[in-house]
């Protein structure tokens, strides 16, 4: 879970993943309700990076899989 209560937007580290396993988003709390939580097995993939940037105000939810 990644949480920014700043009004700007802030990079974050993600931890290390065991390999083979990467990181997909379930959850945003910055979109419209109806595209803030993904269907099982539907989330985003997000880019291999070390760290996210995380718009300010909001709340995303990671899943490693």
């Known amino acids: 879970?990644?949480?920014?209560?700043y009004w700007s937007e802030r990079e974050m580290?993600?931890?290390d993943l065991p390999e083979g396993k990467k990181w997909y988003l379930a959850a945003d709390s910055g979109?419209?309700?109806?595209?803030?939580?993904?269907?099982?097995?539907?989330e985003t993939k997000v880019a291999d990076k070390k760290s996210l940037k995380v718009p300010g105000r909001s709340?995303?939810?990671?899943?490693?899989k």
């Open 1 to 5: 879970v990644l949480y920014n209560m």
């Open 13 to 15: 580290a993600l931890p």
């Open 31 to 42: 979109k419209k309700s109806e595209e803030a939580i993904s269907r099982p097995g539907e």
């Open 59 to 64: 709340i995303l939810v990671l899943i490693g």
